[in-house]
């Protein structure tokens, strides 16, 4: 098991960038990959981006693909994503997971979650 805190969520305007963070415990972080997560109010969770392990492949959504950057410390124990290019629609609640098996777009492959950040973009 490990647990996650998300953070850096805030405001940002239409174009501009913002960097979230999750930080992980445990001594057995990099045996897990991690996923990024966002919920917009009265919508499902949707899968933003992911990364395996070791940090040696990382996934996106098509919707985040050539913006979003996700990467990995497992000595620090913190996953990031660089959002740029940010737009309205990218306004949600954005949420780490973490799983022991392969990594996923499905929230429900996901062991571990987070409390959420959130991410308002406005226009």
């Known amino acids: 098991q490990v647990q996650l805190v998300e953070s850096g969520g805030g405001l940002v305007q239409a174009g501009g960038s913002l960097r979230i963070s999750c930080a992980a415990s445990?001594?057995?972080?990099?045996?897990?990959?991690v996923g990024w997560f966002r919920q917009a109010p009265g919508s499902e969770r949707d899968f933003v981006a992911a990364?395996?392990?070791?940090?040696?492949?990382?996934h996106f959504s098509n919707s985040v693909r050539g913006r979003f950057v996700i990467s990995r410390d497992n000595v620090g124990n913190i996953v990031y994503l660089q959002m740029n290019y940010l737009k309205p629609e990218d306004t949600a609640v954005y949420y780490c997971a973490a799983g022991d098996s392969r990594w996923s777009v499905l929230p429900e492959d996901y062991t571990s979650w987070g409390q959420g950040t959130q991410v308002t973009v406005s226009s």
């Open positions: 445990g001594r057995t972080f990099d045996q897990y990959h």
């Open positions: 990364i395996t392990r070791s940090g040696e492949s990382t």
